[in-house]
Structure formats: C-alpha cells, structure tokens
C-alpha cells in the first residue's frame, strides 16, 4: 500500500470514528435501562486478562470490556467489605452514614433503612429489584435486603469465612473469629429465611454456581419491565471454592480456578441478556468491593503493581477493575482514565432513569458524559480517601495523591505472605506525609513533596475541607456536615 493510500485511509478511519462518536453523544438516553451490578469480592486491579492476569484466561469478562467501557482510575469509597458497598449503594463515603471495616456476624449496625439507597432510587422510578449474594450491611432481619428496597434477597448476609470452621475444613476456637463466631453457621438466606445452613467448604462450592443460576432465572423471567440486578458474588474472598466445573482448569492454583468460574458465571448472564432479547437496554457495571488480600498469599489475587492491598489507601486496595457495557449507548472498546468512584454509580443511575436524588447529602457525581465517550469531561475534582471509623489518610486531585500522616497503617510489604488458605502476617508502620505523582509513579514508590511543594499546599486546602466537613479522627476534628448513623439492630 502506498503512502498516500495509508493516509486516505487514516482519514477515512478517523472520520468514521468522529462521526460514530457524534452518534452516541446524540443519542437519547433510554429512560428505562435494565441495570446489572456485579460486585466480586476481594478481586484486584490485575485479576482479569483484559488487565494483565496471567496463567488464567477471562474471556467473557473481556469481552464485556471491549464491547464497552474500561475505567482504569476506579476508586472504591473505602477499601474493606461492609463499607465499599454501602458506598456503592448509597452514592456517599461510608464514614458519613456510620459505617466502617466489615460488620461481623450479629453486629447492632449496618446500612440504615432510611437512606434512600440505590434499589429505593431505582423502585422510585418503576424498577422491579433483586439482591443476589454477599449482603454484609447488617444482618439482623431488619436490615436485610428484603427491608432495604429490594423484592428478592438470596445469598449470603456476610462474608463466607463467617462460618464454624477453618479454611482447611477443621474447627479452630484459637481463631479469633471462628473462636468469638464458631456457633454461627453460614446461613444461605433467601427472602427473610434461612434456606440452606452451609457446614464445609464443600458446601461453599457451590456458591458461585448457586448465584450464577438465580441470576440467569432473574433475567429469563423478566415480564418487559426494567429491572435492577445487584449480584455481588463470594468469590473470590477466602476460603476459596470452586465447582468441579473448573477445578484444576487453571495453571494459577485454585485462584486462576476460581477466577474461571467467575468468568463463566459472566458469560451465563451475558447469554441470558441476548437470548431475552434485551442486551441493548441493559447497562451492565462489573467492578470489586476493594484490592486484594495480600496476607493469603496464592490465594490472593493481583494488584497489578499498585501498591498494598485490601485495607489501605494505597492504589492496590483502593483502585479496582471497572467495566461498564451498554451496547448503543456506551461507545465500544474504550478506556477511560478518568478519575472516578464506586459512589459515582448512584448519581449517574439517578440521571439515567431521571429519579430525584436524595435531599439528604451524597457525595459521587454524575459521569454520564463519560459514559456517552466525552473524555475530555472531568466530572469528578477530588477524592477523600478514609479508613477506619473517620480517618482522613489521603486525598487526590487528577493524578495527584498526598498520604497524610497516621501511626499504625498496616503493611503487606514487610513479611512474608501466606500460602494454600494460610494467612501471612502482617505488620504495622507510621507513615509520614508524601506526595505521589500517579501518572509516572502508580506504584507510590517515589515522594516529590520536595519537588512540588505548591502541590502539597492545594491538597493540604483540599484535606481541610474534607475535615471540615466529614471531620477527621486522626486530627481529632469535629466535622459540621450532614454526618448521619447508621441502622441499628437489638440481637435477643
């Protein structure tokens, strides 16, 4: 082919590309979208093929990524289970509605039933809604699923290393979880009622398989009007398990296993979408509650080169894998890098479905102009990162980060990690200020407050304001926000 040739097609190609872009943006929105929401659990940036995994192939996964959208620079409201989703479902930072860490069995706390969550939002505006897997906002009746927006609830209220046993199948009482928990069985829930009392972790695989089949069954039965699917799947936290379906199918152990079925589990529900006829007008979003937990070892999952894992601030627990897919609104094949969060999902539905948002304060933004290929909008400024009850330990502009000081910030990076189901230990250290330069540096390795002292001062401004409003229990700060509590059980 000549030269000329080379550059007539060029054009051609990028005319066609600007002109499909215009289509999309001109495009009205459906009012009326079916809206899927799968949450994995524990899954890090670098758990899928599409974003680097090795010995393990996701394709279904990716497919749905290159049928839609990647985002890159995806941030979880906290990173640790109770608090990640009721971020999610919520559109605000945990801390402001009195939620933190993972609630554990028979906790007096969880997501509170007058916020006006995402299934509430969405039931607003004619959606039918249904729950299928990990809860674990709180899991005394009157904060369950059932009690909180939803018409069907089935799955699990908490973690599936709450259980009686160990991870290799025997009682441990010196575990200080299985000891303080070891007469509370795993109850398979669903509406309000206990359908199934999981002993073993041979119960447990069946797990993914079990979701995967309500889900399908959701889909299939769907009567035409729109509906809201939020299937957050066990896998794959510890202990892991997985069917015989795809046992030993991976060169990467059990992970690569496990993270096989949960491929396949897509690609099911992916069918179903198509074979109802309705993959069109279904918004589907893919991500995770936080990065991995890297004291299991091999039975972690990746980072991706970011930094720690579940449980900090740094990129490798905070950032995750986003993908969001809706065939002819969404353009295909594109990557976002655009700064955004878990509780930016709320905001953005809300527009979508044109559903009044909550008088009460939320925190995400709308990103819809992202979705319809605008990546040059940066809908979303700044970002708080807290952690545990109220602590104020970061806070990002573009790709800007300061680490602000704290004692006692758990590391992954000064021991050795576990292997096969046993957990490494982990350490603590003090952490001093820094600033990180995440376009050159996503690892956090290199501190350039020296270099780029104006840097710190805005983000200083930026922390202040966070304090100000949320307050800061590092600081010992009193916030003057709309900070609200958290739904609260009596367990007789």
């Not at 069946?206 to 799947?233: C, M, W």
């Not at 510890?238 to 990467?252: E, N, Y």
């Not at 002292?453 to 304090?467: D, F, G, T």
Request: with cysteine.
């Amino acid at each position: 082919m000549s030269k000329k040739s080379i550059v007539i097609l060029a054009a051609i190609i990028a005319l066609c590309n600007k002109v499909y872009s215009q289509e999309i943006n001109n495009k009205p929105i459906s009012k009326t979208p079916n809206v899927v929401i799968i949450l994995m659990d524990d899954m890090g940036y670098g758990d899928l093929a599409v974003t680097g995994a090795l010995n393990f192939q996701t394709p279904h996964i990716d497919k749905l990524a290159n049928e839609g959208m990647r985002f890159t620079d995806f941030l979880v409201g906290q990173p640790v289970c109770t608090a990640s989703r009721a971020a999610l479902l919520t559109g605000c930072y945990p801390n402001r509605i009195g939620l933190y860490g993972a609630v554990m069995p028979h906790s007096p706390i969880g997501l509170n039933p007058e916020e006006f969550n995402m299934a509430r939002m969405l039931k607003s505006k004619g959606y039918k809604t249904a729950m299928i897997g990990k809860w674990h906002l709180g899991d005394a009746k009157q904060l369950m699923p059932m009690q909180q927006g939803f018409d069907e609830y089935y799955g699990l209220p908490y973690s599936n290393d709450m259980w009686l046993v160990g991870y290799d199948g025997k009682i441990h009482p010196e575990d200080p979880i299985k000891g303080k928990y070891k007469d509370l069985p795993l109850p398979l829930i669903e509406g309000n009622e206990t359908v199934q009392v999981m002993h073993s972790l041979k119960d447990e695989e069946q797990l993914t398989t079990l979701y995967t089949e309500r889900a399908v069954n959701y889909i299939e039965k769907s009567d035409g009007k729109p509906f809201f699917l939020y299937l957050a799947h066990s896998m794959p936290h510890v202990p892991l398990a997985v069917s015989d379906k795809f046992k030993g199918k991976s060169k990467q152990g059990l992970y690569g296993d496990v993270m096989m079925e949960v491929d396949w589990s897509i690609g099911e529900m992916m069918k179903a979408l198509k074979k109802k006829g309705i993959e069109e007008n279904t918004l589907v979003i893919f991500t995770s509650d936080n990065g991995p937990w890297l004291k299991y070892g091999n039975h972690a999952g990746s980072g991706g080169g970011f930094r720690e894992g579940k449980m900090t601030v740094y990129e490798g627990g905070s950032r995750v894998p986003c993908l969001m897919r809706w065939k002819g609104t969404i353009p295909a094949g594109i990557i976002c890098n655009q700064l955004t969060s878990t509780i930016d999902i709320y905001p953005t539905l809300a527009n979508i479905v044109g559903a009044k948002l909550p008088d009460h304060k939320i925190d995400g933004v709308d990103i819809i102009s992202l979705l319809r290929g605008d990546m040059s909008s940066s809908p979303r400024k700044y970002f708080y990162y807290f952690y545990n009850k109220n602590d104020l330990k970061a806070v990002r502009r573009d790709n800007w980060k300061l680490v602000l000081p704290c004692k006692n910030q758990l590391t992954y990076d000064e021991l050795p990690r576990g292997k096969d189901a046993f957990p490494g230990k982990t350490t603590e250290k003090d952490i001093t200020l820094a600033l990180y330069d995440l376009a050159n540096d996503v690892g956090e390795r290199y501190d350039v407050k020296e270099q780029y002292p104006e840097i710190v001062e805005e983000l200083q401004k930026v922390a202040e304001a966070a304090r100000t409003e949320f307050g800061d229990d590092l600081t010992g700060r009193k916030g003057n926000g709309d900070m609200r509590p958290p739904g609260k059980a009596e367990w007789k």
